[in-house]
């Protein structure tokens, strides 16, 4: 009989272990990861980055990574292989105050 209650203790305490193993994990993975740091450096300095096609006069136009702090544009980097050359009687179809706004 003693050796019966022993088992059981010891598959008690395993299980304990085992779920002490698991709340440790959930826990330990929010710590450790860096996306509430991320999203607390950016939502104080208020930076946004999104892409936006930029045109020239003869209708060629190309993407482009826009990050903004606010109102103010920080970087414009135009990304490789995101072009077309539309054709020469194409409109745009966006608003005139959209096509140059930036941020």
């Known amino acids: 009989m003693k050796t019966r209650a022993k088992i059981i203790l010891v598959i008690?305490?395993?299980?304990?272990?085992?779920?002490?193993?698991?709340?440790?994990?959930?826990?330990?993975?929010?710590?450790?990861?860096?996306?509430?740091?991320?999203?607390?450096?950016?939502?104080?300095?208020?930076?946004?980055?999104?892409?936006?096609?930029?045109?020239?006069?003869s209708n060629y136009c190309q993407d482009n990574e826009i990050t903004c702090q606010g109102n103010q544009t920080v970087s414009v980097s135009p990304i490789t292989g995101a072009v077309i050359q539309h054709e020469k009687d194409w409109q745009d179809p966006r608003n005139e105050s959209d096509k140059d706004k930036l941020c």
């Open 12 to 57: 008690i305490i395993i299980i304990i272990i085992i779920l002490i193993i698991i709340a440790g994990f959930f826990f330990l993975n929010r710590i450790i990861t860096g996306n509430v740091i991320q999203e607390q450096q950016n939502s104080s300095n208020n930076l946004h980055m999104y892409t936006k096609a930029l045109c020239n006069d």
